[in-house]
Nanobody, 117 residues
Framework: QVQLVESGGGSVQPGGSLTLSCATS????????MGWFRQAPGKERELVAR???????EYADSVKDRFAISRNNAKKTVTLQMNSLKPEDTAIYYC???????????WGQGTQVTVSS
């Protein structure tokens, strides 16, 4: 069973930065499209950013030019660099993996990000 373990959440003031990391021990990491989703209180879970197995990236309009997703296949990690954080970025952030050719979403346990002055 694939396990995804997030780290790096916390509290920051508006305009600050945080880096989220997701690690897996799976030997099939290079066959997973990886992503970050978030869920704010009272809202549905939404896609923040995704990086495909070929390195192509996709971002939600609300985070374009502020967030950057990257993957390290050797270390089997995916990172989300978040800059210019806003209060509306406050949410639980979840690491996500989808195997190529599969429709099942795999999730981490989530990490809290709070942006507040």
């Amino acid at each position: 069973q694939v396990q995804l373990v997030e780290s790096g959440g916390g509290s920051v003031q508006p305009g600050g930065s945080l880096t989220l990391s997701c690690a897996t021990s799976s030997t099939r990491f290079t066959t997973f499209h990886m992503g970050w989703f978030r869920q704010a209180p009272g809202k549905e879970r939404e896609l923040v950013a995704r990086i495909l197995v070929n390195g192509r990236t996709e971002y939600a309009d609300s985070v374009k030019d502020r967030f950057a997703i990257s993957r390290n296949n050797a270390k089997k990690t995916v990172t989300l660099q978040m800059n210019s954080l806003k209060p509306e970025d406050t949410a639980i952030y979840y690491c996500n993996a989808v195997a190529v050719g599969d429709s099942r979403y795999l999730w981490g346990q989530g990490t809290q990000v709070t942006v507040s002055s």
